[in-house]
């Protein structure tokens, strides 16, 4: 069945790019708005670039700063993912398979952030110092 791309409870296909886009920046848009974890990721991220800026690094140390920004935060995506997955499926009982898909996510941030840390270590210390 097709549904007009207005339509707020739409289950088909996207039609069009726009229409694709559109859906794909309401989910970047409420993973901001409801995980308090990818603000603090994108404040984080937004210094990063500030830092860069001022500290005058090279294209390849920017290249690495990028990668880890973008790391982090999809890494978020796909924890926020798994989260809401495990709610559906779960709803509000406690399952121990849930338990571990829940940490087990959480965990792959985790190690997302220690890469950010590393990089940004590496980078930014020598130059601070
Ligand atoms: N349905 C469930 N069954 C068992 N354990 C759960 C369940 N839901 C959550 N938990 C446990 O509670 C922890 C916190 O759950 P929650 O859904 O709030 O994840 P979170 O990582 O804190 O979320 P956010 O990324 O939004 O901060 C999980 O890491 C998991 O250990």
């Known amino acids: 069945m097709r549904m007009d ?3 707020k409870r739409q289950t088909t296909k996207n039609n069009r790019l726009i229409q694709a886009m559109r859906h794909a920046s309401a989910g970047v848009w409420s993973v901001l708005r409801h995980e308090r ?3 603090i990721h994108l404040v984080l991220g937004i210094i990063a670039i500030f830092l860069g800026i001022w500290l005058k690094i090279r294209i390849q140390e920017w290249l690495w700063i990028i990668l880890a920004i973008f ?3 999809i ?3 796909a924890n926020t993912v798994a989260e809401a997955l495990t709610d559906l499926i779960v709803k509000n009982n406690y399952d121990p398979i849930a338990k571990r898909i829940k940490d087990v996510s959480a965990g792959s941030v985790l190690m997302s952030a220690i890469f950010a840390v590393i990089i940004g270590a590496l980078i930014f210390i020598p130059k601070i110092f």
């Open 71 to 73: 790391f982090v935060m």
């Open 75 to 77: 890494s978020e995506f």
């Open 37 to 39: 974890n990818m603000r």
């Open 5 to 7: 791309s207005k339509d």
